[in-house]
């Protein structure tokens, strides 16, 4: 029994002294002066203020000053930039251009492309309701949307974003306790913790080969896959997308300028996909992502050999597709 009990207070011990060791999830922050560092997400809008206010009011984020190198070439009157929440204030931010046309189209969770964005949250339930206020709307069919714990849904312009519980990443104590409470709260339909943190996480990108679209991004962000290879089939991804019949694999790739549990590209291929396909600069909907640059030469000198393609340069800007046609922009520091 004694040696029982020195095991079992060992055990306890060493679990209290990694749960004050480890970072809270909240602490998940930009790391300075990397060679690559990703910056936004850019979405083109006919309306860009009914846009705005949207992500203002359902995800937290703020607006703030725009940079004139993620604009595509729009006069800066027309822009407007929101901060998304968490990452201590420094986390992506978005660029709203105005749009001369109305989608045309029906935007679906199997388009090639950017098809959506991902937000973490404490309390699924409570950001459905919101979103529904706020003229979004819900994708998902679960039977019953107040217990899941990840739904697809829609802005007002009907671009797709995925909101889920927190994952437990990095691995610790506190994002362990923080996944597991806020699953088992929202499964038995209990009151949301006292706080609840919405934190952007990932963008989508599918893709008709993701081993090839993760190696593209893999050698020229010189970062790795994180996590396991997705391979999602059956009723969870049918009901969680709103499409059926649909498999799909992939993988995550950690986006560079954060820490560890920071923003990644989610890279998926469908074994079916719509007939949407990469935007244009000028089409409607989320057209691009941007990353900043420490030297914008040497990274585009990284890009072309890879399959990249230029398609317009500017002093300390350039606009280049990727291999898919994937409209992509680089910035200098």
């Known amino acids: 029994m004694k040696k029982f009990l020195i095991v079992l207070f060992s055990i306890l011990f060493l679990i209290t002294i990694w749960w004050v060791l480890t970072p809270s999830p909240h602490e998940y922050k930009r790391i300075l002066n990397s060679d690559f560092s990703f910056e936004t997400v850019i979405f083109r809008s006919s309306d860009p203020k009914r846009l705005s206010d949207f992500y203002q009011n359902v995800f937290r984020a703020k607006e703030t000053k725009t940079d004139s190198n993620w604009t595509l070439g729009d006069p800066l009157s027309s822009v407007i930039t929101l901060r998304t929440p968490d990452y201590q204030n420094e986390g992506p931010i978005f660029t709203i251009l105005k749009a001369e046309k109305s989608n045309q189209g029906t935007s679906s969770a199997n388009d090639l492309g950017y098809a959506h964005i991902c937000f973490e949250t404490d309390n699924v339930p409570g950001l459905i309701q919101t979103i529904q206020k706020n003229g979004g709307k819900i994708d998902s069919s679960f039977e019953d949307l107040q217990k899941v714990p990840a739904i697809y849904g829609r802005d007002p312009d009907g671009n797709i974003f995925e909101i889920h519980i927190p994952f437990p990443t990095p691995l610790s104590p506190s994002t362990i306790f923080r996944s597991l409470n806020s699953l088992v709260r929202t499964r038995f339909k209990l009151n949301p913790s006292g706080i609840d943190k919405i934190r952007f996480l990932h963008v989508n990108i599918n893709s008709r080969d993701w081993t090839k679209a993760l190696s593209f991004y893999g050698k020229i962000l010189e970062t790795n896959a994180t996590g396991f290879e997705r391979d999602y089939k059956g009723d969870f991804i049918e009901n969680l997308t709103g499409l059926t019949g649909i498999e799909v694999k992939g993988r995550h790739l950690p986006l560079p300028g954060y820490e560890e549990g920071g923003p990644t590209f989610e890279i998926f291929t469908y074994n079916n996909f719509s007939k949407g396909g990469p935007l244009n600069k000028s089409d409607t909907g989320r057209i691009a992502v941007g990353f900043r640059v420490l030297d914008l030469k040497a990274a585009v000198n990284k890009?072309?050999?890879?399959?990249?393609?230029?398609?317009?340069?500017?002093?300390?800007?350039?606009?280049?597709?990727?291999?898919?046609?994937?409209?992509?922009?680089?910035?200098?520091k």
């Open 303 to 332: 890009i072309l050999p890879e399959g990249g393609i230029i398609l317009e340069e500017y002093d300390t800007s350039v606009i280049l597709k990727d291999p898919e046609g994937n409209l992509f922009v680089i910035s200098q």
